[in-house]
């Protein structure tokens, strides 16, 4: 099973950073030959073009979902309900403009995704300002984050 690990998130924006962060001490890891690790950063659609290639993806990313600022989260994505309109429309978007799941989603429908997908990610507490680095609460779930991604490569 070819599997990928991609880290999503704008570096300059401290939390929103924490996808090319994990992707970074991720590198230090010995993985398996079947592993492969990559920043893709604010892509955006640009996704599409490196996750057909795989059986399985996991996303590392900062994710709001409301609890506390360092929360972490391992969770499929939702089902999202994509128009071909705003397909169209979506095509030339970066992450700052469009979610992951909604990329998942269109992935999904354009059969460019695979279905054996998971997001494993922490509540930011920082995304707003410039500037780069994780807040405390943040980086301190990295450890935990990247046992779950090999966890994640052993199922």
């Known amino acids: 099973m070819k599997i990928l690990v991609a880290g999503v998130g704008n ?20 993985l398996p030959p079947n592993v492969e690790v990559m920043d893709l950063g604010t892509s955006g659609m640009d996704i599409l073009h490196y996750s057909a290639d795989y059986d399985k993806i996991i996303f590392i990313d900062a994710v709001r979902l409301g609890k506390p600022p360092g929360t ?17 429309d979506m095509v ?10 909604r990329v998942i989603a269109i992935g999904r429908r354009l059969r460019q995704m695979p ?3 998971v997001i494993i990610g922490c509540e930011p507490k920082e995304t707003s300002r410039i500037g780069i680095g994780l807040t ?20």
């Open 11 to 30: 570096l300059l924006k401290c939390d929103d950073g924490l996808g090319p962060h994990v992707i970074e001490r991720l590198k230090e890891v010995r």
């Open 72 to 88: 972490v989260y391992r969770m499929k994505p939702r089902q999202v309900q994509i128009a071909d309109d705003e397909i169209r």
């Open 92 to 101: 030339y978007m970066s992450m700052h403009e469009v979610d992951l799941e």
């Open 115 to 117: 279905e054996n997908l």
């Open 136 to 155: 405390e609460e943040v980086n301190s779930t990295v450890p935990r984050i990247i046992r779950l991604i090999l966890e994640e490569i052993e199922c």
